[in-house]
């Protein structure tokens, strides 16, 4: 079974500033996809950037970035630039691709508060 | 294009009572899940349907949860009856079957349930 580990329960940064969430994931698998969702207070969840395993380069969506190490097993969320509304709950997530049955396995989220 | 519907938003209600949830995924989307998320934690998948068949109900408690996809669109997720430890946030997502966007899903605002 696929775990997911994000060891930072709460996070804050200073408006503009930048910030990095940390996670970790351990799997046997080869194939898999690895997530950043962010969900913002009474808010749904939403995807933020996604990275396929076989990928050496690192995914970037605008200010937000990560750091793939697949050896290490770890899989890091850079936001530049932050801005009041990152404020929010944020999970890493492990997709194995397998079958074509794409089940998402989440970490307990890390509660990034952005500060004026 | 419309969202993830789910209602209701909160229900409150005394242990050994029974109560249901309802998901309208987008239009077209053939895969839908149900996800519990406990507070503090990250969500954590119930059951995988692919139109109206169950693909995956591994983590579903059967003795007290149930739920249906008639006709392969809306679904609804059932608790009967409740215990305190059901009080979380079930949160409905769909995504595509087929194609390269399989793997994304989308999710609904939630349903927050306490368990009294």
């Known amino acids: 079974a696929q775990t997911v580990t994000q060891s930072q329960p709460e996070m804050s940064v200073q408006e503009a500033e930048t910030v990095t969430l940390s996670c970790t994931y351990d799997?046997?698998?080869?194939?898999?996809?690895l997530f950043w969702y962010k969900q913002p207070p009474s808010r749904q969840m939403i995807l933020v950037i996604r990275q396929e395993a076989y990928k050496q380069q690192n995914a970037t969506e605008n200010r937000f970035s990560v750091n793939f190490q697949k050896a290490a097993k770890s899989f890091s969320l850079k936001i530049s630039d932050s801005q009041l509304g990152d404020t929010a709950m944020y999970f890493c997530?492990?997709?194995?691709?397998?079958?074509?049955?794409?089940?998402?396995?989440f970490g307990k989220g890390t509660l990034l508060t952005v500060n004026p | 294009e419309a969202g993830v519907a789910q209602s209701p938003r909160y229900k409150i209600i005394e242990k050994r009572q029974s109560v249901a949830f309802w998901c309208n995924p987008i239009s077209g989307h053939a895969t839908l899940y149900w996800y519990q998320q406990i507070l503090g934690q990250g969500p954590k998948l119930l059951i995988q349907?692919?139109?109206?068949?169950?693909?995956?109900d591994s983590q579903l408690p059967k003795d007290r949860f149930s739920a249906e996809r008639l006709k392969g669109v809306d679904s609804t997720l059932k608790i009967q009856p409740a215990k305190l430890e059901d009080s979380a946030v079930y949160l409905c997502?769909?995504?595509?079957?087929?194609?390269?966007?399989?793997?994304?899903?989308?999710f609904g605002p939630g349903t927050r349930l306490t368990v009294l």
């Open positions: 997530a492990f997709m194995k691709h397998q079958d074509s049955n794409y089940k998402l396995t």
């Open positions: 349907f692919q139109n109206n068949g169950v693909v995956d």
């Open positions: 997502a769909s995504s595509l079957r087929q194609g390269a966007f399989s793997w994304e899903q989308f």
């Open positions: 799997t046997s698998e080869s194939n898999y996809y």
